[in-house]
């Protein structure tokens, strides 16, 4: 299975941009990269995915490098809301579906 | 509202008492799954299921038991409970099994087996 790697924990204030990055070195052609997040006390929940390309929506945006061995998700604008764990993830076709949650980056916003 | 919506949402029993945890999406999605976290291990694919009447283990299947008779509904069953099953369970749907469909999750479900 295809590993990822996350910082555990990272800090942003309030209102101002927030980059969390994941390496992903061993991705393979057709492996997607998601990035869910889990708020306390909640289900994981979808924020984001691409293939090759920059993506974005109305959560976030998602930077891939051009090799394909890291991407950064791009917050515009942290809210306080946003303090969660991040999980950057690659789906597989061939790996039934299955999402391979690893530790996370832990994001707290300050006011 | 698109959700998927599981119950109950706490439960307290004992050993070997049967319990059924329930799944439902009304997305219309072919793909359902089930999660259980733990502390220090993370989320892990208990059973997932591709469509009506097809099952297949995940990482942790040992303990549980799934059926997929209607699309839209997803149980989990545990036959015979045991403390190592107390976890944060979660049922999760997509509308196919590959990397380009994002996953969305119910809730969860707290489960403390004494």
């Known amino acids: 299975d295809a590993k990822t790697t996350q910082p555990n924990s990272m800090e942003s204030n309030e209102e101002e941009p927030v980059h969390l990055p994941c390496n992903h070195s061993?991705?393979?052609?057709?492996?997607?990269i998601h990035w869910y997040r889990q708020l306390p006390s909640q289900g994981p929940e979808y924020v984001i995915h691409?293939?090759?390309s920059n993506v974005n929506n109305r959560m976030a945006s998602l930077a891939i490098a051009e090799d394909r061995k890291s991407s950064t998700l791009i917050l515009h604008r942290a809210t306080l809301r946003d303090a969660a764990v991040y999980y950057c993830?690659?789906?597989?076709?061939?790996?039934?579906?299955?999402?391979?949650f690893g530790q996370g980056t832990e994001l707290s916003v300050k006011p | 509202e698109a959700q998927v919506t599981q119950n109950p949402r706490y439960l307290i029993t004992v050993t070997g008492k049967k319990l059924t945890v329930t799944c439902s999406q009304n997305?219309?999605?072919?793909?359902m799954s089930w999660y259980r976290q733990d502390p220090g291990l993370g989320l892990r694919q208990i059973y997932y299921?591709?469509?009506?009447?097809?099952?297949d283990k995940g990482d942790v299947p040992e303990g549980y038991k799934v059926s997929r008779k209607e699309k839209r509904n997803f149980p989990l069953i545990l036959e015979s409970p045991s403390p190592n099953q107390t976890s944060l369970y979660f049922c999760?749907?997509?509308?196919?099994?590959?990397?380009?469909?994002?996953?969305?999750f119910g809730p969860g479900t707290r489960l403390t087996v004494t």
């Open positions: 999760a749907s997509s509308l196919g099994v590959g990397g380009l469909y994002e996953q969305y």
């Open positions: 061993t991705i393979s052609g057709t492996d997607y």
């Open positions: 691409g293939l090759t």
């Open positions: 993830i690659l789906r597989a076709l061939n790996q039934g579906g299955k999402l391979i």
């Open positions: 997305m219309n999605h072919e793909y």
């Open positions: 299921s591709m469509n009506v009447e097809v099952t």
